[in-house]
């Protein structure tokens, strides 16, 4: 059986995907294809934005089914396309075919811009949350934690990642507390490259309040309006998790990026630009002697 999913992210804007997940979809090819191609004719007026567009099909592979946004559509500004497209084809030279593991606080935007990784890359996305909810009968990471309790997710979170760490090629977008199990570190490490989005906390909280916080069990924990509960937590979180976050082997600074962009604030970041922010540490760590030889170069 097949089923397809079409979606559009227009990436001047944040979309918080990470914890919205959509049935299983099982395909026939193993490839994930991607077609860049403008949306229309290029023209020379400055007050014409140039558009490019991505087709992506992405698939499964021994019944181990692709989730989140499998078929769709990623529309960029052109010369962000382009940049991108340089910047996959650099890091293509020293990945190898070595899989990329997404990892940060809840809402980083692990899961956007590991969708526009795959796409650029040709690499088939995972979110790792979709998974374990695939496997425990559909229902939502929420409600793992209230029936079976965080042990038992924490537990089919290693299973996942121990599947998936057999393949290659692959932008995996990870839970946010994925980082405490050293198994899991040495799974995701087994044929792949750990990038750690770090994102202020104030930015994070803001993100997680507009869209609502029932989707997001660890912050049931406190009390207080929707942007207190968030920041309290993830400011316990980080202090929790911070030392495991920066083992990663590249860091992706959003505070750092806006500061060298000249950009007020972090959410005037596009996901394109976190997308090229990525691929250059990406590539910048697999340069370095010790990076290359993890990566078997």
């Not at 989730?67 to 990945?95: F, R």
């Not at 316990?236 to 007020?264: D, F």
């Amino acid at each position: 059986m097949e089923a397809g999913l079409a979606c559009k992210l227009n990436c001047p804007t944040w979309v918080d995907s990470e914890r919205k997940s959509t049935a299983p979809i099982a395909m026939h090819r193993h490839r994930v294809r991607v077609a860049a191609s403008p949306q229309f004719p290029l023209l020379s007026s400055p007050n014409r934005q140039r558009w490019a567009s991505f087709e992506v099909s992405c698939s499964s592979f021994n019944n181990f089914p692709a989730s989140t946004l499998e078929t769709g559509s990623v529309h960029t500004p052109y010369d962000e396309a382009l940049m991108l497209k340089n910047k996959s084809l650099e890091a293509e030279q020293y990945l190898n075919g070595h899989s990329i593991y997404l990892v940060g606080l809840m809402g980083s935007g692990k899961t956007t811009v590991g969708k526009i990784l795959s796409h650029v890359l040709s690499y088939s996305f995972y979110d790792s949350d979709a998974l374990i909810e695939q496997e425990v009968d559909g229902i939502s990471v929420a409600e793992i934690f209230k029936c079976h309790g965080e042990s038992f997710f924490r537990k089919k979170e290693t299973e996942v990642l121990q599947k998936l760490s057999s393949k290659k090629r692959l932008v995996v977008s990870t839970g946010g507390g994925a980082v405490v199990r050293d198994e899991n570190w040495d799974y995701m490490q087994k044929k792949g490259i750990i990038v750690w989005l770090d994102v202020p906390l104030e930015a994070l909280a803001q993100r997680i309040a507009a869209v609502g916080t029932h989707s997001r069990p660890l912050l049931h924990y406190e009390h207080g309006d929707p942007y207190t509960k968030a920041l309290k937590r993830l400011s316990y979180l980080l202090e929790q998790r911070g030392k495991n976050y920066a083992k990663a082997n590249a860091r992706v600074s959003l505070e750092e990026m806006a500061s060298k962009l000249g950009y007020r604030d972090v959410s005037d970041l596009t996901p394109a630009e976190i997308a090229i922010e990525a691929l250059d540490q990406i590539g910048g760590y697999l340069k370095e002697e010790g990076g290359m030889a993890i990566a078997g170069l």
